[in-house]
């Protein structure tokens, strides 16, 4: 069950698909309020997709600098993206990724 970021009410039914560049999510109408909402993923508002975003992550994790992560996103993935965004990207997401790594590695 998904509870209404709004009202916080359960009573959400299926509304259709959004499709946008960054994918296709499920939506979501609340009974309660009448807001239409998306299934919180930690990737809202963002205008690059889950992939770029982990994928510049983890490579500026793994040591590459802000220019070389910028580069390859620009020639392996035809991604334009400035230095500063992978630096804000690197900053809000690094966190949520080693918890991520933290739990697959104590499941092993």
């Not at 709004?6 to 299926?14: D, G, H, P, Q, T």
């Not at 909402?37 to 500026?60: L, N």
């Not at 392996?76 to 590695?105: A, C, E, G, M, P």
């Amino acid at each position: 069950m998904v509870n209404c970021p709004n009202c916080k009410s359960s009573e959400a039914v299926l509304r259709g698909k959004r499709y946008n560049k960054s994918g296709v999510k499920q939506l979501y109408l609340c009974k309660s309020c009448e807001k239409t909402f998306v299934e919180p993923d930690g990737f809202e508002r963002m205008r690059f997709s889950k992939k770029t975003i982990s994928r510049a992550v983890h490579q500026h994790e793994d040591g590459f600098s802000l220019s070389k992560v910028q580069n390859h996103l620009w020639q392996h993935d035809n991604v334009k993206v400035s230095r500063w965004t992978i630096l804000k990207w690197d900053k809000k997401y690094s966190l949520f990724f080693r918890k991520d790594s933290s739990r697959v590695q104590s499941k092993n």
